[in-house]
């Protein structure tokens, strides 16, 4: 079965918002056994919206269509739908129903541009909004399904999981399309690919297809296989997987499997604290606040984080975090000595069970011969011990913030865990 | 002159990754004035790509390719161009050396697998890639130019800006394509609409296109235009907005001009510190980090930042922002009377002009009957007065974040420019 995901809209072609949704959809679909063989995105003009659908038509055996439907004047898909399938818009009750009681339980009024979101192609079967006032669409074209649905992601995801994708599986039957991602941290991607060359090779003869996804301080690793008996397409992901463990192990920090929420660094940190009852504060300098924005993301972190300190000056690394005044003198913010005692009181001064401290140049101002742009140290401290290690990464402030972030977290993650392999980059 | 961007990879298509690339280079070409009129994504896929290349030859004026450069053995984009062109691969000499001085400067040999990156399709115009070691290629068919890069966002960027966007712009004679966007914060897509109906009915007569691009707590309107006399779409589009702002001056905090680095909420209060010089200091419980995040992104923050305390715990909200006990017994941390000690507590703890504070309940547990899910306070502080104002948004976190982080931002920009209008929000 295959698809093609269109999306429409103006402000995707100037490139003024990303498009989110076609990723989704794509991911949701690959899942599935569906197979996406297309993405395309035109603007919010009836000829380009008509020559994209009938193009569509010739390709997919499903067209999901996200955009242009929404209430102002600039929204155009439902009306060149129904040219397209001929047919007239009328007001559909139960959705006029659905958008009066949206605006009743907001304590508003019902104006006559939220009446016409009631209006779809007379005979199409209308997918419910619960999310919103514009209704989905689900129109056949001789061989061909459209599926037409707003815009705004989380009112197109409750269609789809809900109403959308169970209806494809429940009418087809779809063969199995298996991926798994093998994370990586503190290894760049060329470094890697040598590493494992070999290894590579005789995936072909597996059936494997392998790629390298890079992301700042991260190289994710997935192969990808598919048939239709899904415990071999496991078993043969799963052995492949085990001879490469033993080439890279110490830069392994997880696995995605597809379709699953993929475990980030900071997800993986915090069930191993659930886990173990245990918590992490943070002082951020260099990463500020960023570390803490990754954890408190997670619902229910308040279980395992107990807060966090981002002293963006001296004063407060040592009002706040008891970092004596000496070690500026003699050392600089940006060293072993300030990023172990920031690692170590916040521990103290917080009562977590783990503390993580950063201090770096993260630029593009700021740097010196000695210590240039992309100098970032990093501590992670419980009980036991503090382990203080310096990066060197780039030029690029965001990059270096991500980085930083990554090779923290998978410190704490061995710190946790009593690994002690090496967490010091190859570029 | 038209343009299509094709993305290549089967990491867009089953979606796991963003197809950041596309929105950059749509960006920059219709500042430019080349409309960009498709984008499409295509597998790593010999028979995919070769069609994708004879469809936009039909459609373009201009092809940007970016994907499927690299040095591993999924990448297949260089191979079916040469194929494509009927051109042989060879080795470029100048390419080699830049590849061989890139590994050299990083104390690293010259693998096989780098050396090929030196391989071009013979005849076509070699783009120096300064941030990587895979060389852009410039070709021509018919009346179609094909411009393949790497899908390495920051490579990719460094050629089209250093490289490919001056070769277009010296060649052609482009005509004006004009934004300007209205940003605006505490008002819902709808109630806008309904708000700004008359205006919006009168843009037409005069060739400007409105855009809606509602995202978490903001919703920019983009007025688009196009013409020879830049001079007087500017003029137009100004005594358009300038109308509007009439209409609704008390939620606009800004305004993108297309092409200049679009002004978020973060950067407005931060330049305006930088001109006052004054600071801030945060105390940040339900947001969690994520405001200090948004400030220290900023090259150049730690001029108006002091730093942040992150108290997700009550005990900690006591002992390092000084909030009472009893506040928490008798209204709890969810209050006004808690955002309150900690705004005013957090400036004078670090030494600030200005304290922001946020306590809610971010979801999606954690909610009462009387204190739901997305009850938020947020308050500001100088040395004059603190203001607290509460905030109901909806059931999801991330948003629930996102909303609250710019709901705090304006309340602290008309706090700074001492505007006393509403900053509650209407939806």
Redesign the interface.
């Known amino acids: 079965m295959r698809a093609e995901i269109l999306t429409i809209?103006?402000?995707?072609?100037?490139?003024?918002?990303?498009?989110?949704n076609?990723?989704?959809?794509?991911?949701?679909?690959?899942l599935m056994g569906v197979k996406?063989?297309?993405?395309?995105?035109?603007?919010?003009d009836k000829t380009?919206i008509t020559k994209a659908f009938s193009d569509a038509e010739q390709r997919a055996d499903l067209v999901f269509i996200t955009g242009g439907l929404?209430?102002?004047?600039?929204d155009i898909t439902k009306k060149t739908i129904a040219e397209y399938f001929n047919l007239i818009l009328e007001i559909d009750e139960a959705v006029l129903a659905h958008v009066k009681s949206f605006f009743t339980k907001?304590g508003r009024e019902l104006?006559e541009?939220?009446r016409q979101q009631a209006l779809v192609p007379r005979g199409c079967t209308v997918i419910h909004n619960q999310n919103g006032t514009a209704p989905g669409m689900w129109l056949k074209k001789n061989n061909t399904v459209f599926i037409s649905m707003p815009g705004?992601p989380?009112e197109m995801k409750g269609m789809m999981s809900d109403i959308i994708l169970p209806k494809i599986k429940s009418e087809n039957k779809l063969p199995f399309i298996y991926?798994k991602?093998v994370l990586t941290q503190g290894i760049g991607?060329?470094a890697l690919?040598?590493l494992i060359?070999t290894w590579?090779d005789k995936l072909i003869e597996k059936n494997i297809?392998?790629?390298?996804?890079?992301q700042p301080g991260v190289v994710?690793l997935?192969l990808?296989t598919h048939g239709t008996d899904l415990n071999k397409l496991e078993e043969t992901v799963d052995n492949a997987i085990a001879h490469l463990t033993t080439i890279i192990s110490k830069y392994i920090y997880g696995f995605e499997i597809y379709g699953e929420e993929p475990p980030t660094l900071q997800k993986i940190v915090s069930e191993l604290l659930r886990e173990q009852k245990q918590s992490i504060a943070?002082a951020?300098s260099c990463?500020?606040?960023?570390?803490?924005?990754l954890?408190?993301?997670i619902?229910?972190?308040?279980d395992i984080?107990?807060?966090?300190?981002?002293?963006?000056?001296n004063?407060?690394k040592h009002d706040?975090l008891n970092v004596d005044n000496t070690v500026f003198e003699k050392y600089g913010a940006v060293s072993k000595e300030c990023v172990t005692q920031m690692a170590e009181n916040i521990r103290k001064?917080?009562?977590s069970d783990y503390g993580i401290a950063t201090s770096g140049v993260?630029?593009?101002?700021g740097g010196t011969a000695e210590k240039p742009v992309g100098t970032v140290w990093v501590a992670v401290s419980c009980s036991e011990k503090t382990i203080a290690l310096k990066f060197t990464f780039g030029d690029?402030?965001?990059?270096n913030?991500q980085m930083t972030a990554n090779a923290a977290l998978n410190m704490l993650r061995k710190l946790i865990l009593k690994d002690n392999s090496d967490s010091s980059l190859i570029?």
């Open positions: 809209g103006d402000e995707i072609l100037i490139g003024q918002i990303a498009n989110t076609s990723i989704w959809i794509a991911r949701e679909l690959n996406v063989v297309h993405m395309a995105s035109v603007s919010d380009a929404g209430p102002t004047k600039d907001r104006s541009i939220n705004v989380y991926h991602t991607e060329s690919a040598e060359e590579e297809k392998l790629a390298y996804l890079p994710r997935r990808s943070l951020e990463t500020g606040g960023f570390i803490a924005s954890f408190t993301a619902a229910g972190s308040s984080f107990k807060g966090a300190i981002v002293p963006y000056h004063n407060i706040l001064k917080m009562g993260a630029g593009p101002a690029d402030r965001g990059r913030i570029l």
